[in-house]
T-cell receptor, first 114, second 115 residues
């Protein structure tokens, strides 16, 4: 079975500051990794995903994440945040083999203060 | 709009009643997923449909939960004899092929409140 831990339930930052949202996973089999974002009153939207190749993955809205296999981590970063980045962020994994049944972390609420 | 749609957006019901939640996937998507999001928690996988194959029901929490999908179109999630612990947001997602590299597109969800 797979599990995902998002280490921070809430992260407040000031506008234009950098941010890192932490994600660790556990799995006995190979997995793909995903970050989804849920803006207020909207559905989940894919930010980025790691399938293979370069461990640094770039996504939409200036976000990027780095896959670290030895530390089983997939932390999300942005060098300078905007008010519009206020949202809930979910890290997820799925097995490489078979259907994409996503296993999600509990989410991190990112709040940007002016 | 070409996104995933769900109805109703909100449903309030009394304990013991049955409820039906509907999902309209993106046209042409063969795979459809249902998830549940309880307050303060991540999403939990419930059930997966892929084309005409038998659904993967491994995430359904009890036999009170069932789902159907007509071909590659609409899906209905039914909860019988609802309990207060069923209160959650139920999310539907669809993807083009259902493979592990695919992108799932989520609907806005149905918020279910069981009194």
């Amino acid at each position: 079975a797979q599990s995902v831990t998002q280490l921070d339930s809430q992260v407040p930052v000031f506008e234009e500051a950098p941010v890192e949202l932490r994600c660790n996973y556990s799995s006995s089999v190979s997995v793909y990794l995903f970050w989804y974002v849920q803006y207020p009153n909207q559905g989940l939207q894919l930010l980025l995903k790691y399938l293979s190749g370069s461990t640094l993955v770039k996504g939409i809205n200036g976000f990027e994440a780095e896959f670290n296999k030895s530390q089983t981590s997939f932390h999300l970063r942005k060098p300078s945040v905007h008010i519009s980045d206020t949202a809930e962020y979910f890290c997820a994994v799925s097995r490489v083999q078979g259907a994409q049944k996503l296993v999600f972390g509990q989410g991190t609420r990112l709040t940007i203060n002016p | 709009g070409a996104g995933v749609s769900q109805s109703p957006s909100n449903k309030v019901t009394e304990k013991g009643k049955d409820v039906e939640l509907r999902c309209d996937p993106i046209s042409g998507h063969t795979a459809l997923y249902w998830y549940r999001q309880r307050l303060g928690q991540g999403l939990e996988f419930l059930i997966y449909f892929q084309g005409n194959s038998a659904p993967d029901k491994s995430g359904l929490p009890s036999d009170r939960f069932s789902a159907e999908r007509t071909g590659e179109s609409v899906s209905t999630l039914t909860i019988q004899r609802t309990q207060q612990e069923d209160s959650a947001v139920y999310l539907c997602a669809s993807s083009q092929s259902g493979t592990s590299t695919d992108t799932q597109y989520f609907g806005p969800g149905t918020r279910l409140t069981v009194l």
